[in-house]
């Protein structure tokens, strides 16, 4: 994702996202309280395809929506928790992932990745704090890692092809 | 003065009627609050008790025009920052010099051709340079623009406008007001009016703790007292030494700006704003007598149409120079155009130190021309760069432009 914040003098704030979807979302914080959205095609930054007006109690309801705070998402394929450059992901295991059925020793992580799990909850066995290389990785389960970002990207390659 | 108070409050309930009519046609309100105070004034008659030439409260009237001068400036100073001109970026500065360079050699052009004086001309050229802060950001809002590619750009020439404005007023007040004839005399009070602001600015930065101190008082009374004092008494000294009192209330907002106090002041001042605000564009109208605008329609339009130019190309090299397409570059144009207080403060110097009398209703009909058309012209932007494109074909040499600095050969 990428945010984009401009002064408008005299008017308010503006924030300029792009989102990973290929979508340009516009926001407007008017001083006065107000909030427009504006939603861009990205291969057209001259016409809106829409736009919504809130009032600031409306955009507080809204925000909240949106960040989850009254209501978790489902569909949490990866949550990040950064501290500097260390990055903690939750993978969801889906059952045509190549690592389904191997243990963790099997799969070489630590050797493969440089990413170290330190939880697998399994939908079944309950959870497992800091699984040792024994235990089998299971289909449906949530796979939290720590590691740098790039040990992130091979341990999802790992988890996807199933080892080296 | 038995009816003072009664005319006084004909007069508000005109301005009223005026921004009624203005919400129901969802126009700009400007023009409407001149217009009103065209209307009636001394050319008017008498209605029963209703008096619509406003004899006996036309200096009360004035100078309640005065004050909102003053609101309308120390609020822009307020919102002012040194700053937030610092971080907007390379490509404002740029937009912003070229938008002066180009609109205030026009108006300059414009003044000397047209047969005026040389202090004359520099009013004018004043008049034609500097759009109106207020209906530019008025419109944007009520047009759902603030998300466009180019708003940024607009609202940094507006921000440029304002700086230059500000420059320009204090040195043009030195001028017209000094009465001095010899160049001599004219310089040193242009330099008296530039270094009492730089001394007002670097004492005003260096009192910041004390004002944060005085200011820190519960009372809202306190509060609003000691800031209208600080106000009144530094706009009005400056008009003792030949600095407009208009650039002083500026000065004023700018020091207070860094105050940690600068929410509580705008929120206070805001209603001031308004309301004296309005009296000002009325009381303006009330001196322009309708009759005698026929001597200076052939001079505003002229300008009108040399203002139309200026700024189209002016916003067509500054999208350019920022990267915007043509489409978004023709949309600054079209909508820094519109003209409003900036300029009948420029005019209203003028009529202060004694220039000719065209000068007002040739800015009063400029002013209103401008401030009708300039937020059609915006609203109808799309239309007028299709057309604009089918003459001059922005967007063939756009794409020339591009295949030519990427390297390619434009015929390929």
Partial sequence: ?164 | MDHLIFEIGLAVALIAAGGFISAKLRFSVIPFYILIGMAVGPHAGQIWHLDFRFIESAPLIEFMGRIGVLFLLFYLGLEFSVGRLIKSGKSIAVGGTIYIAINFTLGLLFGWGAGFPLQETLIVAGITTISSSAIVAKVLVDLKRTANPETEMILGIIMFEDVFLAVYISILSGLVLSGSSTLGGVLLSALLSLGFMLVLLIVGRKAVPLLNKWLNVSSNELFALIIFALLFIIAGFSETIHVAEAIGALLVGLILAETEHVHRIERLIIPFRDFFGAIFFFSFGLTIDPLALGGALWYSLGAVVVTLIGNFVAGMLAGRSAGLSPKASSNIGLTIVSRGEFSIIVANLGKAGGLLPLIQPFAALYVLILAILGPLLTKESKHIYKLLNRIFKFEKRNRTDEKAALGDDPAG
């Fill in chain 1, 1 to 164: 994702m990428n945010l984009k914040e401009t002064d408008l003098p005299g008017i308010g704030k503006k924030f300029v996202v792009t989102t990973r979807s290929g979508d340009k979302l516009v926001i407007i914080v008017h001083d006065d309280g107000r909030r427009e959205l504006y939603h861009f095609k990205h291969d057209d930054e001259e016409e809106s395809i829409s736009m919504v007006t809130l009032d600031d109690d409306e955009a507080r309801h809204i925000s909240a929506i949106v960040g989850g705070i009254n209501y978790k998402p489902k569909a949490l394929e990866t949550i990040e928790v950064a501290l500097d450059d260390l990055i903690i992901e939750w993978y969801r295991i889906e059952s045509g992932f190549k690592c389904v059925g191997l243990s963790i020793g099997e799969l070489n992580v630590r050797q493969q990745s440089g990413a170290t799990i330190i939880a697998l909850i399994d939908p079944t066995h309950g959870k497992t704090i800091n699984p040792g290389p024994d235990v089998v990785i299971t289909a449906n389960s949530m796979l939290v890692a720590l590691g740098e970002r790039q040990h992130q990207k091979r341990l999802r390659q790992v988890l996807l092809n199933g080892g080296g």
